[in-house]
């Protein structure tokens, strides 16, 4: 067992990451470097400054809010959770003073943030499970719903662990302790984080996040840098 | 209908929107034999460059060009 | 289908894929807010019509071919093999959807099905298997202008029988020309359709304001884009393009006609003219008092169908509205939003189809027929001529009772001398 854990706590992380960066930024570049398009792909009418209206499609979502309100609904606590979701982690690795402007324990949220993030994250995969959108999904979409509803559950299974029923072995010290020297490319397993009653957590949540994180570049979450752009096609 | 020319079918076409004319035609013209002739009657003033040309590309002859005060009358022979 | 086919059609997929089409076709999250986007969704509820399964049709040829996905993990993304029955459904795809571009106004990402439907329409000529009246149209137009010097003699005759009809709605001094021809130097060149609808009302109205104007050899449409041939697109284009120089012309007006509008604002480049539609051109002679218009003319309610080539996908939507408010006080408006208005359902060469689709659409444009009702107007406007053969039959088919009218001939009705 050990050595599963080990697999996944360190070799596999790297090698997620190198894929998450390697495999985003070369799909990045090669996308850019296309020829663009010979005419505009502008709706009109027009508006200005049209950067600034792309902006505001990409990230308030205005068409989905007019459309389907619910579902933006879950769109917006689900992007900005998992914005949060991602300051949160950072401070895993290390104190940051620009996130403590406003001042709070780490992890952020209360445990708040991974219980929005899995609601939405059901909403997203049973709102798929009826017509017409089961009609439209592919099998990717499923798989990324539920990898990353299993990342974030187990994450956040740490932290509730910790704020709502009190089981306090595994804290945001060891957690430092392991990420830091993942970074540092120093890594190292401290008994305590491998040998507490909550390490599967851990392990299962590192895992997921592992398997999300290497599937990223070539699936269709690539759209956290493509909305933009289009967007920006869109407008002109 | 003009003198020296059979016709075998009639089709009018005036006052039709783009495309139309050339859509007709070109089904009224399977609706014949080869070497059997359409009279095709449009008002189209445009007609007089677009039915040679469809012509040529649709490998059809076109027998007569008749243009009146206010009509244009074709004799198109079917050839493929 | 053959290996070599299939390379071949690849070939011509590849030559597709540029930046903003591979944006498209990675990015779509099938998230479904496109589903009430569609009008032939919306009028028939089939689930092939939504757009983002069209687009899917066109994405699994693409994840199989052109994503190391689809050599790995094909079924990720159900990644499809190129075949004939591939063909079948991307004939379905292309051939049921407009271009209208209604979807990219739902689209969170705005993914423009029309481009993603260009790739389905190129791949279907390719394997021959187009409406082959569409590449008939398109050759017959590209033959026309290779062989001008024969037709040129039998255009003009016709173009002088036609002068007659012109001075009828506005009398000219004697010794002007009411439909010039050629005219070097010229100050606007007055792109047509082949139909004397195209040019009768037009030329009156140019001759009303007062303008120096030339009418073009050539037809607007442009009939390489509605099958999606971009060689023939081009071919079309540049010698609309090649007269207006030749002409010195210093602005290229093109006729009611929202694909020709759309690629010769958009496709041209940058020349040394500028390009309007009609549309503009008599909302600017309005605005600037060179012509004048007698609203009494109109008595009944006045609604107008703002065609997607050239209200949402190109830009002009203001000026309809301020000639309708000149020449009527009951005017309409048939959506809250032009750019949601819904397409007639003839657009990207449905209409030319004729009577093969008339049925699909007939049923497909069931939304449109309801909106144009619900406006109460007895007079249905619009400045496309295949949105009004389609409004036309549709107005026959729903028992509508309404009037189509082209706005360009309800302007020059309605002039005042």
Redesign the interface.
Known sequence: MEIVYYIILIPMVYVAFAVFFVGTGVRLVK??R?????????????KRPRWMWALH?TFL?P??RR??PI?WVFLMLFHISFLLLIIGHLELIGDFRIFQIVQHEVFLGNGFVGLILSISLLFFLF?RFA???R???????Y?LLILLFLTVFFGSQMDWARRWYDYGNLSVVEYREYLSSLLYLKPHLSPDLTSSGHSFMLVLHVFFANLFLMFFP?S?I??SF??L???K??RG | MSEDIKVDKVMDLKGMPCPMPIVKVSKGIKDVEVGQVIEAITTDPGALADFPAWAKTSGNEILKTDQQEDLIKFYIERKA | MDQKTRDELLKLFQGKLNEAMKFYLETCTRCGVCTEACHVYASMGQIKYIAAYRHEIVRRIYKKYFKGRGKIWPSVGEARELSEMALEELYEAAYSCTGCRRCMVYCPFGIDTQMIMSIAKLLLIGAHTEPEILTLLADTSVEKGKSLELFKEGFLTGIKNLEKEVVKKWKIEAGETAIPVDVDGADLLYVALAGAHSIVPAAAIFNAAGENWTLSFFEAVNFGAFVGDPTKTKLILDRIVKEAKRLKVKEVCICECGTAFRVMKQLSGKQPFEVSSITEVHSRYLREGRIKVDKSKFKEPITYHDPCQIARNGGVIDEPRYILNRLSDDFREMSPEPKYNWCCGGGGGLVALGEDNLDFRMKSAKVKADQVQETGAKILTTACENCHTQLSDLNSHYEMGVEVKFLSSMVADALMQ
């Open positions: 996308l850019f296309e020829p663009r398009n010979p005419t505009t792909l502008q709706i009109f009418p027009d499609d979502l068409t989905v459309h389907n579902f709102r017509s017409p959108n009609d439209l999904s592919v099998p990717e979409d798989y070539f269709q690539m759209h493509l909305s752009p289009m967007n096609l869109r």
